[in-house]
T-cell receptor
Framework: SAVISQKPSRDICQRGTSLTIQCQVD?????MFWYRQQPGQSLTLIAT?????????ESGFVIDKFPISRPNLTFSTLTVSNMSPEDSSIYLC???????????FGPGTRLTVT | GENVEQHPSTLSVQEGDSAVIKCTYS??????FPWYKQELGKGPQLIID?????GEKKDQRIAVTLNKTAKHFSLHITETQPEDSAVYFC???????????FGDGTTLTVKP
């Protein structure tokens, strides 16, 4: 398994500003993902964070709005840019260790945009 | 792409009863089927999974069954307890693709 931490755990931000969320894993992992979960909804994949190269974004998500970095095998950041109230959501970091298909999730970052 | 449907969306049972949640999927290439439990304010936690070469898997009070021909799989929780109350998500994955597709979730309430 993998232990995943996220910072911040929650934040309240004003529209038009940006927030960077950090994800730290206690071991090297092959794959890191960023998900969004709106209240009462399922998990929507934003992008796969690739180490040393640009992230792979899902349909409906673009790099200018959600820039992602992954400088090494244990750390990634997601930035939510030029925020609007519609960006209010829980953002989850997830990893696969590469030893199996198992996928693990961090505790999430609860973002409220006013 | 893959489409995963999960039923029911809400489920209420008495403590000690069994609970069953069902998922269907569309992509025959899917070969990995995990279930997650998400408690309020927390991230999803992997509770059990099954691979396409297995029909059933048990872990204490929880079990998962898979019917690849019919493209559906189910989560069974026996002797439910109030602490089983949570949102449960099914998912499908493909070892080569890397990413998973999630169902919409089932809110399980176990009444004491």
């Amino acid at each position: 398994s993998a232990v995943i931490s996220q910072k911040p755990s929650r934040d309240i931000c004003q529209r038009g500003t940006s927030l960077t969320i950090q994800c730290q894993v206690d071991s090297q992992v092959t794959m890191m993902f960023w998900y969004r979960q709106q209240p009462g909804q399922s998990l929507t994949l934003i992008a796969t964070a690739n180490q040393g190269s640009e992230a792979t974004y899902e349909s409906g998500f673009v790099i200018d709005k959600f820039p992602i970095s992954r400088p090494n095998l244990t750390f990634s950041t997601l930035t939510v840019s030029n925020m609007s109230p519609e960006d209010s959501s829980i953002y989850l970091c997830s990893v696969r260790t590469g030893l199996s298909d198992e996928q693990y999730f961090g505790p999430g970052t609860r973002l409220t945009v006013t | 792409g893959e489409n995963v449907e999960q039923h029911p969306s809400t489920l209420s049972v008495q403590e000690g009863d069994s609970a069953v949640i069902k998922c269907t999927y569309s992509d025959s290439a899917s070969n990995y089927f995990p279930w997650y439990k998400q408690e309020l304010g927390k991230g999803p936690q992997l509770i059990i999974d099954i691979r396409s070469n297995v029909g059933e898997k048990k872990d204490q009070r929880i079990a998962v069954t898979l019917n690849k021909t019919a493209k559906h799989f189910s989560l069974h929780i026996t002797e439910t307890q109030p602490e089983d109350s949570a949102v449960y998500f099914c998912a499908t994955g493909n070892t080569n693709a890397g990413k998973s597709t999630f169902g919409d979730g089932t809110t399980l309430t176990v009444k004491p």
